[in-house]
């Protein structure tokens, strides 16, 4: 085969496979076999292995996944993603409707729509083809997913008939039940904590580093908006632009309607409060719309959302059930949870048997009884909880239910903080489900990270005694863990025990995968390791912090509460914490047990920065938004020595604001008299190339804040 007989089949073969995807995924229609579409497939896929230079981005090849994103750019959107008023009254709605024909002149037409139950996308197209998927963030930018986006099979990659030349399309990215229980099967199988909800698994997918797992697990999209610059010269109305983007390939729900009375839209609402129950995939409300782009123009929007429409969202199904029993769980910092064993009972399309009761006032407020018959919603379609109970059907006898006070897995006598609720058991070093989290705790993402450790193989190793605390994972190897497995407990997201268990067991790829990540670890940065420990009340922002002020272990294990506090930021909270921590023996037994074992607990010179340290000493806070991440601004506040805040106060040096700074903090920082500087004055103080110097109006914007660099001297 020749290049140019190679280049016309690659063509071909394209062509004929977005064809046959359309007809299958948006038509319902298809026209060839799965199998003979997996051929063709494959025979593509070859045909550009063998000829690279002929691979375009929207290829169907691009679907099966196979990029890994390290991590994700965030991007500013050309058009900004306002959010909906929502509403949970039909007299809203009608007060809404009015409102809408006392504003406007002539007839108003209402597109209905469904509320899908998912994450926000803004899909890009440059000449028919996707260029670009951001995620909504804080509707004024957010981060590319391009390549995970090409993998869902509901978003077209290349475009049909006649389109404008660059225009956007918003969609909602859905995981459709049948796929969302199947990887909720397939995440108990493999031991993996399990998803409350097809929402955050949806979230939880398009922001994973393989495009091929995205692939795999089957997400969905319904397109519902177009956005461009003449959009109102192009289409008089939002209908009629849905139906040209269908026909370009879209996939745009059947199920809305173009209403011109209040009857119309409440029956539309009533009937889908009824059926969506029978959806393959999750709606939590109504959206309304004004259906003329004229009447869209005039109506305008707030700096938040679009005056043109408005949402209806479902009230939490509620059912009554007997409470049956309480658990009492406990926390990794100790906090005691009381749990109801509820009458299984139908809510939402699932089975509930647990809810949470809070802490001892919750069920004080409702005198919680042995036997009640209680009203039992979903917290925002999510979270089973009770909201009252049926005091006519309550027994004669019955007992009241008593907050424990021992711990239900050590014992010991539970204790109360000054002006908490809570209640928690001080047995932080030898209580189970305590020692348990914190090392939940040292092996998560943000902390150590170490990879193929779950939930319920932290229970496993720690039930076969092999860990009693997070040194103890560094004795591991994979002759001590090849061939365990044991049944565990699967937890939900909120940790509460869902009733089920899982078979969890350490094959030969798991047990090799765990060695590797623990000797990964080993090159953590201190700041990250600090947070790891879990100490009481430092978190990532406090550990940075307090690294970026003690260099080493030893010299923080020194320091006295009066100077940790002296911190900004830190106070006299955290710093009992920490010096609490570090004045319990077993604590410092642990750490030079982790110090032994490789961990780092200095801030080596890789981790210091190289820049010149204009910023030593002084504190920063960030405001408003900027033309790069606000991570990114910090990062650079860092590396030239600086430290980032998080509340103005006496003790903040100076502002770094952007746009649309909080008028309150504005107002603060010029009542204190700290020093405010834009984000270009700020780059061209540290850096006159980060603020285009080598240009004209670089120079200007470097001698405009020439007048500044005093300030850092």
């Known amino acids: 085969m020749t290049k140019e007989q190679a280049q016309q089949r690659i063509a071909t073969l394209s062509e004929e496979l977005e064809r046959h995807n359309y007809n299958y995924y948006i038509l319902a229609k298809p026209t060839i076999s799965d199998y003979e579409f997996d051929m063709m497939l494959e025979e593509l896929a070859q045909l550009e292995r063998e000829y690279p230079e002929f691979l375009l981005p929207s290829s169907p090849t691009q ?27 039909k007299e809203d709605i009608e007060e809404f409707i009015q409102r809408i024909k006392k504003s406007v002149e002539g ?36 981060d590319d997913v391009t390549t995970n986006v090409k993998t869902i099979r509901t978003i077209p990659l290349k475009l049909h008939g006649d389109f404008p030349s660059f225009f956007e399309m918003r969609g909602e990215i859905v995981m459709p039940f049948e796929s969302f229980n199947r990887l909720n099967e397939q995440r108990a199988e493999m031991g993996d904590d399990l998803f409350a909800n097809p929402r955050n698994a949806a979230a939880g997918t398009l922001k994973l580093q393989d495009s091929k797992e995205v692939a795999h697990r089957r997400l969905d999209n319904y397109c519902y908006y177009m956005m461009m610059d003449d ?28 209403c011109r009375s209040v009857e ?7 009937y889908w409060d009824e059926e969506r129950h029978h959806l393959p995939f999750a709606i939590d409300g109504i959206v309304l ?4 782009y004229a009447q869209q123009q005039e109506l305008g929007s707030t700096a938040k959302s679009p005056k043109w429409a408005i949402a209806y969202k479902f009230k939490a199904e509620e059912v009554e059930t007997e409470l049956l029993s309480v658990d009492f769980q406990v926390g990794r910092h100790g906090t005691i949870t009381p749990v109801a064993n509820l009458a299984p009972v139908q809510l939402a399309g699932t089975t509930v048997k647990r809810a949470t009761l809070n802490n001892e006032d919750f069920i004080r407020q409702f005198d919680l009884h042995y036997g009640d018959t209680v009203t039992v919603v979903k917290g925002g379609e999510i979270i089973p ?19 424990v006070k021992a711990c239900p897995a050590c014992g010991s006598e539970l204790i109360q903080h000054e002006g908490e609720a809570a209640w928690y058991c001080p047995n932080a070093m030898d209580c189970p489900p305590q020692v348990k989290g914190r090392i939940e705790h040292f092996i998560s993402r943000k902390a150590m990270n170490i990879e193929s450790l779950g939930e319920g193989k932290i229970e496993l190793l720690y039930d076969e005694g092999l860990i009693r605390d997070v040194a103890d994972l560094y004795t591991l190897t994979y002759e001590k863990l090849y061939g365990l497995s044991k049944e565990t407990p699967i937890l939900d997201e909120n940790g509460i025990e869902t009733g089920k268990t899982r078979k969890v067991s350490f094959r030969e790829k798991t047990s090799q995968n765990i060695v590797e990540a623990l000797e990964k670890s080993k090159s953590v940065p201190f700041e990250r390791v600090l947070f790891a420990l879990g100490i009481r009340n430092v978190g990532e922002v406090v550990a940075k912090t ?22 900004n930021t830190v106070g006299e909270v955290i710093a009992l914490s920490v010096k609490s921590f570090f004045e319990d023996e077993r604590n410092l037994r642990m750490v030079e047990r982790l110090r032994e074992a490789g961990l780092q607990f200095s801030k080596t010179e890789e981790t210091r920065s190289d820049k010149p340290q204009i910023l030593a000493g002084k504190s920063l806070i960030v405001s408003g938004k900027f033309s790069i991440e606000r991570d990114a601004l910090k990062r650079i506040i860092e590396a030239y020595g600086g430290k980032n805040v998080s509340s103005i106060s006496s003790k903040t040096d100076y502002v770094v604001a952007g746009d649309n700074m909080g008028p309150e903090k504005r107002k603060k920082a010029e009542s204190l008299g700290i020093p405010i500087l834009s984000e270009a004055e700020f780059m061209a103080i540290i850096h006159e190339e980060d603020a285009g110097a080598g240009t004209e109006m670089g120079k200007s914007v470097a001698n405009d804040a020439a007048s500044q660099l005093s300030l850092f001297d």
């Open 63 to 89: 679907r099966v996944g196979g990029g890994i994103t390290k991590e994700f750019q965030s991007v500013r959107h050309r058009y900004p993603m306002l959010s909906l008023s929502n509403s949970y009254s």
């Open 107 to 142: 007839e108003v037409e209402f597109c209905c729509e469904l509320k899908f139950d998912g994450l926000s996308i803004s899909l890009q197209y440059e000449n028919g083809i996707l260029t670009r998927a951001v995620t909504r963030g804080d509707g004024t930018q957010g």
């Open 231 to 258: 959009l109102e010269e192009r289409y008089q109305t939002h209908f009629e632009s849905l139906m040209a983007a269908r026909q370009w390939g879209f996939n745009i729900s059947n199920h809305f309607k173009v």
């Open 264 to 270: 119309e839209i409440m029956d539309f609402i009533s």
């Open 289 to 292: 719309k004004v259906n003329s």
């Open 385 to 403: 909880k009770i909201i009252g109970v049926n005091f006519d059907k309550r027994q004669a006898g019955a007992k009241p239910v008593a907050f």
């Open 546 to 567: 307090i690294v970026a002020e003690y260099h080493d272990i030893d010299a923080l294990m020194k320091a006295s509460v009066e100077a940790l506090s002296a911190i």
